[in-house]
């Protein structure tokens, strides 16, 4: 290849020397952005890095740590936010099955009289279809009565009035008004009358 003139050389070497200042503007623009000043040795200079960068690593595991504890504390809320609409749920409907219940004695009471003219059966069977009704919408919320007759007596679901005969067992041996369960959780109590007898062991 054939040498330059020396008046190209000198152009070319001016050049070369009106570049350096941007390079050193642009490496000083990166410091900035850094927020360094990095040391004119490369290996100090290194060294800083590096304990820059774990600084930033440091910094971003705290801000993650800090997300995810945030993120824990949203499920959380969200988890309570469920419960307590579930419960208010359960609530409203405890309460609005038990103001049927006294409907519900009214058509059992009802259904004891004995009809004496064909209207009265009539009178009679529509009001025990309408219970029937009743309580089969009732069921699907979970009501669900009380086993009581011929049952051991348990003071969780009956409540005794009368006590016939001596003994430690005792039977439920009549019902004089029908306990209710919603759920696993007792409305109220079948009224009962118990029988008492000798346990045989």
Known sequence: MADRPPSENAAHTADEGALEPEVLEVVELEQEDLGLE??????????MLVDEVEALRQERDSYLADLQRVAADYDNFRKRIQR????????????????????????????????????????????????????EVLSREGLEPVDAVGEAFD??????????????????????????????????????????????E
Do not use: C, W
Not at 38 to 47: F, G, H, M, N, V
Not at 116 to 128: K, R
């Open 38 to 47: 990095l040391p004119d040795d490369p290996e100090a200079a290194i060294s």
């Open 84 to 135: 307590d609409k579930t419960e208010l749920i359960a609530q409203a409907t405890r309460r609005v099955v038990e103001s049927m219940l006294p409907t519900l004695d009214a058509f059992d009471a009802a259904a004891t009289h004995q009809p004496q003219t064909e209207g009265e059966e009539q009178l009679l069977a529509g009001l025990l279809s309408t219970r029937q009704q009743l309580m």
């Open 155 to 200: 003071p969780n679901l009956h409540e005794a009035i009368s006590v016939a005969g001596e003994g430690d067992h005792q039977i439920v041996h009549s019902e004089i008004r029908k306990g209710y369960k919603l759920g696993d959780r007792v409305l109220r109590p079948a009224l009962v009358a118990l029988s008492a007898e000798v346990s045989r």
